[in-house]
């Protein structure tokens, strides 16, 4: 695999390979990466590009990075993989340790899988054996608000946001959840009563049947990368306990630093009964996602019965491996001054671009910087511009942002915006 990437490896991708959310006809252009390093890419055709993505918020620690090489070759040196049903083993037992210290204290309990979906899929399972352990059976709904984005599995699905989600792809085949109004609360705004309005009634009205509210605290990711208030997470929770539902926060995306806190819900102060953690847990290295939940819902299940889920790839040593190296360059707390410098730097660089009548808003939150767009990008047309600046960004829809790698270096990431910058006012410039 050292050879070149040629033409003729373009045509058969092109041909028989799936890319995400794609078709195999499509028309918007195909970078080969040959290799990376630090917050670069090295394309086939020789251009490097500095990486806006982390590639999909999971590359913190930045490309081929030599700790956690090395960790994985160690690792490799010894195992690789080993079934998890009836052994265990250090890698596994030291992610879960470090994974406990970490997350909110009430998690205390971990369930390791192959990715955020499924993790997901897990918390779902989690909550609903809860309710039947406990002999309430009737709780089996899931109540979630708009605009969320949880995985591409049926479970994942059937909360993602009822209109721009794939619900109308799966018609009959999803199961049915509750919706409610996205927070209206926006990060920023003071905070007032009336905006958990909705959430209370609907809450009130079907706690009997909901097992589980689940959220993305603080900031709503794939759906429409929405940032919102942490006094309304705050009463969300205090909501649920009122009720007897329990509380799942998807921090696959917000975790591990990404907002300015080690999770996102340490803005409101409060902890879940049950967290899903992913993507950036491995450092970006390897596919791997937790799902965390609190001594009393294990005790409760393990009472009664499993926990009825069990990967083949179930806490891979070389991705546990992976997981540890990357907690370990955490902990050393380096990302705490890297996040907020570049939150500062984002908020100065990014508000140039609303000099552009096409451009809406611009949000920054930590780490994420987000340009909303009067209308929706046309992929086929813009993809390709970002390498022509140097960088790579990959909008959707109205949504061109970035979630940089925690290390890039102030000069880097002011040419990333101002890339963004370059190709906005090329394309849709005011006059
Ligand atoms: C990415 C994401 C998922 C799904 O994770 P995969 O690893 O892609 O399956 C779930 N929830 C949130 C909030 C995500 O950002």
Redesign the pocket.
């Given at each position: 695999m050292n050879t070149p990437f040629t033409s003729s490896d373009f045509e058969f991708d092109a041909r028989h390979i799936w890319h995400p959310y794609s078709t195999t006809n499509s028309n918007v252009e195909l970078f080969a990466v040959e290799s990376a390093e630090g917050v670069r890419l090295k394309l086939s055709d020789g251009r490097e590009v500095i990486d806006g993505m982390s590639s999909?918020?999971s590359m913190v620690h930045g490309y081929n990075h030599p700790e956690m090489n090395k960790a994985l070759k160690d690792q490799i040196d010894r195992m690789s993989h080993v079934m998890f049903g009836g052994l265990t083993h250090k890698p596994a037992v030291e992610l879960a340790r470090r994974l406990i210290d970490l997350t909110p204290d009430s998690m205390q309990t971990v369930f390791f899988s192959d990715?955020?979906?499924?993790?997901?899929e897990v918390a779902i399972k989690m909550a609903m054996q809860y309710w039947q352990c406990r002999g309430e059976t009737g709780k089996t709904k899931m109540l979630t608000f708009k605009g969320g984005?949880?995985?591409?599995?049926t479970g994942?699905m059937s909360i993602c946001d009822p209109e721009n989600g794939m619900h109308h792809h799966f018609t009959g085949i999803l199961p049915e959840h509750y919706f409610v109004e996205r927070p209206a609360c926006k990060w920023g705004d003071e905070f007032e009563e009336a905006y958990i309005e909705p959430f209370k009634q609907q809450l009130e009205a079907l706690s009997g049947q909901v097992a589980a509210v689940i959220v993305?605290p603080i900031v709503q990711?794939?759906g429409g990368m929405y940032f919102f208030s942490p006094e309304f997470l705050k009463r969300v929770k205090e909501l649920c306990d009122e009720h007897g539902v329990l509380l799942i926060h998807?921090e696959?995306?917000?975790g591990f630093g990404r907002t300015g806190k080690m999770f996102a819900c340490e803005h409101a102060g409060i902890e879940p009964d049950i967290m899903?953690v992913?993507?950036a847990l491995t450092g970006g290295y390897m596919?791997m996602?937790a799902t965390l939940c609190t001594a009393h819902v294990s005790d409760t299940i393990s009472a009664k019965e499993p926990m009825m889920h069990g990967p083949t790839f179930m806490a891979n040593p070389l991705t546990c491996a992976a997981g540890v190296a990357s907690l370990e360059i955490l902990g050393r707390g380096d990302w705490q001054h890297q996040v907020a410098n570049i939150e500062e730097i984002l908020q100065d660089q990014l508000s140039t671009c609303l000099e552009l009548d096409i451009v809406q808003e611009v949000r920054v939150l930590g780490g994420i910087g987000v340009v909303e767009l009067k209308e929706p990008v046309v992929m086929s047309e813009i993809q390709s511009e970002f390498p022509k600046e140097g960088v790579w960004v990959r909008p959707f829809g109205k949504l061109v942002y970035v979630m940089p790698p925690y290390v890039i270096s102030d000069e880097d990431l002011k040419f990333l915006c101002q890339g963004i910058y370059k190709v906005l006012d090329r394309m849709y410039g005011n006059n």
């Open positions: 999909w918020w990715s955020g979906s499924v993790a997901v984005y949880y995985g591409d599995t994942g993305e990711g794939a998807d696959i995306a917000t899903c992913g993507k596919s996602a």
